[in-house]
């Protein structure tokens, strides 16, 4: 058995941003959800143009507030929810340390608990970042938590062993 693998680094405002920023886009790119957000844009489109033809001035103003919305107003309300939720949670600016091994991953702070590699759902490789799930709960892991490059690999390499790498 190898010496384990240590995962060190605070749950700060900082990692909250890069999480959402990155399983955002995943989550959107990975989603059914965008098929009916194309539609919709497209139904959109064509109201406006609908709207510039005939005149229709309420139409025009109400389709380019829903396309607004699309393209900025659901992230914006999205990422106020994600803040929101860091500021209220009992993890916020708590150092995080974490081991993982052959047997799975072993949470030390800020509580005890052992997520066995059975358990683990997936882990997603966002960016240079990774988020281990298991479902409902599930840990992100900056680039920066590991001593070094090596280790990183190693946790890859182990968790592609396992077929729980994305």
Known sequence: MSK????????????????????????FNHSAKRYVGWFFI?????????????????????STIMLGYWYY???????????????????????I???ADEKGLH????????????????VMHLGDDIVVYKYPNFHYIPAGAFQNLEEKSHFKTLAKEKGKLQ
Request: hydrophobic residues 45%; charged residues 30%.
């Open 4 to 27: 384990p693998i240590n995962i060190n680094y605070i749950w700060s405002r900082e990692n909250i941003d890069k999480l959402f920023d990155a399983s955002y886009r995943y989550l």
């Open 42 to 62: 497209a139904l959109s489109q064509y109201a406006m143009v609908v709207a510039v033809r005939k005149g229709a001035f309420e139409l025009l103003l109400f």
């Open 73 to 95: 107003g659901k992230r914006l309300i999205a990422k106020r929810r994600a803040i929101r939720s860091f500021e209220n949670s009992e993890f916020k600016d708590k150092h």
């Open 97 to 99: 340390k974490i081991e």
């Open 107 to 122: 949470i030390l702070s800020p509580h005890q608990e052992h997520w066995a590699w059975e358990e683990v759902d997936e």
